[in-house]
């Protein structure tokens, strides 16, 4: 299983982004989905997280600017980031998860680099 994000950029303050996810095989329609961010000197932190059903969740720094959304027939899951401010500056990376027999499997994509500067 591989997760590739892209979408990642320079955008000025106020701006917006979308960093799609796209998982090879099939695992994304049973897998919780997950936008994780580390900025530089600091640890990766949850951004948003989806799960199969199409429950979210949101940490509070980006909530009602960013919306999470998947899309089961193309394999991929999208991280709408509107109004972006300086500090949602970071490596994003995406992850996805799910259990078999009540072993977790966990995968995470290579990050893709969101700038955020005027």
């Known amino acids: 299983v591989q997760l590739q994000a892209s979408g990642g950029g320079l955008v000025q303050p106020g701006g917006s982004l979308r960093l799609s996810c796209a998982a090879s095989?099939?695992?994304?329609?049973?897998?919780?989905m997950g936008w994780y961010r580390q900025a530089p000197g600091k640890q990766r932190e949850l951004v948003a997280v989806?799960?199969?059903?199409?429950?979210?969740n949101y940490a509070d720094s980006v909530k009602g600017r960013f919306t999470i959304s998947r899309d089961n027939a193309k394999n991929t899951v999208y991280l709408q980031m509107d109004n972006l401010k300086p500090e949602d500056a970071a490596v994003y990376y995406c992850?996805?998860?799910?259990?078999?027999?009540?072993?977790?499997?966990?995968?995470w994509g290579q990050g893709t680099e969101v700038t955020v500067s005027s």
């Open positions: 992850n996805a998860y799910y259990y078999v027999l009540a072993q977790k499997r966990d995968y």
């Open positions: 989806i799960g199969s059903g199409g429950s979210n």
């Open positions: 095989g099939s695992i994304l329609s049973r897998a919780v």
